[in-house]
């Protein structure tokens, strides 16, 4: 059996951070606490940040670790952390929705696109903002599994 690529114990509501530093290690944290990564893929995703931001517009931020992280990632996850008071990200911007990603084979692309598609409705980021419950935003996320 292969592993959920989200499951519930991936998603956090409501989150408070106080700096992208932070929300980007608790992206991380998450896929390493569920054996999607290993301790080093954090930093790699620090590294990722400082090549480019993940910031993505619409309240969105997409961490990830470099190329060169292959090495540290077990099996393709996903964690979502929900920040309805939002934190600072990157050059002025603010991320409401932080997806913490790791792709095994190539597959982060894939999950990526998903999530592009399905983040590009303003209504479905309201939606996902609004979720009281892991299994609202599970829902959304449906399509990410298949």
């Known amino acids: 059996m292969t592993k959920a690529i989200l499951p519930e114990e991936n998603i956090r509501l409501n989150a408070h951070f106080s ?4 929300a980007i290690r608790a992206a991380g944290e998450i896929l390493q606490e569920g054996g999607y990564v290993d301790e080093a893929y954090i930093a790699k995703m620090f590294e990722r940040e400082e090549i480019t931001s993940t910031f993505m517009g619409n309240y969105v931020a997409i961490p990830h670790g470099t190329d060169d992280a292959k090495s540290s990632v077990h099996a393709s996850g996903l964690s979502v ?3 309805p008071d939002g934190v600072p990200y990157g050059d002025g911007n603010t991320a409401k929705l932080i997806f913490g990603i790791a792709g095994k084979d190539g597959e982060h692309l894939e999950i990526l696109s998903k ?3 399905l983040c590009s409705e303003e209504a479905n980021i309201e939606k996902m ?3 009281s419950t892991k299994a609202e935003l599970l829902d959304m996320f449906s399509e990410v599994e298949s």
């Open 129 to 131: 903002l609004q979720a």
């Open 115 to 117: 999530i592009a598609i």
């Open 19 to 22: 700096s992208q530093e932070e």
């Open 81 to 83: 952390l929900q920040v």
